[in-house]
């Protein structure tokens, strides 16, 4: 998690949770997977705001990706601040 202090304002939050979702009907399992309920889901590397899930996979991106993407919310939280 990264957090950046902004006194009064609140402050600006970036989290990746590990997210569990339930495998797609269509997915293909193995014979241990259909037995153990806990293996029968997948898990997405979403991320979190103050304000809550963002509802996105960052699962695969670069540390350049991430990069930007962290910078890229740090500059609508920067700009919501300025426009209260």
Same mark, same amino acid.
């Given at each position: 998690?990264?957090?950046?202090?902004?006194?009064?304002?609140?402050?600006?939050?970036?989290?990746?949770?590990?997210?569990?979702?339930?495998?797609? %009907?269509?997915?293909?399992?193995? =014979?241990?997977?259909? &037995?153990?309920?806990?293996?029968? &889901?997948?898990? &997405?590397?979403?991320?979190?705001?103050?304000?809550?899930? &963002?509802?996105?996979? #960052?699962?695969?991106?670069? =540390?350049?990706?991430? #990069? %930007?993407?962290?910078? %890229?919310?740090?500059?609508?939280?920067?700009?919501?601040?300025?426009?209260?």
């Amino acid at each position: 998690m990264l957090r950046a202090e902004h006194g009064e304002e609140g402050d600006f939050v970036y989290a990746v949770r590990a997210v569990p979702h339930p495998l797609p %009907a269509f997915a293909l399992v193995d =014979s241990a997977r259909k &037995r153990d309920d806990r293996r029968r &889901r997948y898990y &997405r590397a979403e991320v979190y705001l103050a304000g809550g899930g &963002r509802g996105y996979d #960052i699962y695969g991106y670069d =540390s350049e990706q991430v #990069i %930007a993407d962290v910078i %890229a919310h740090y500059d609508r939280y920067r700009h919501f601040l300025t426009t209260q």
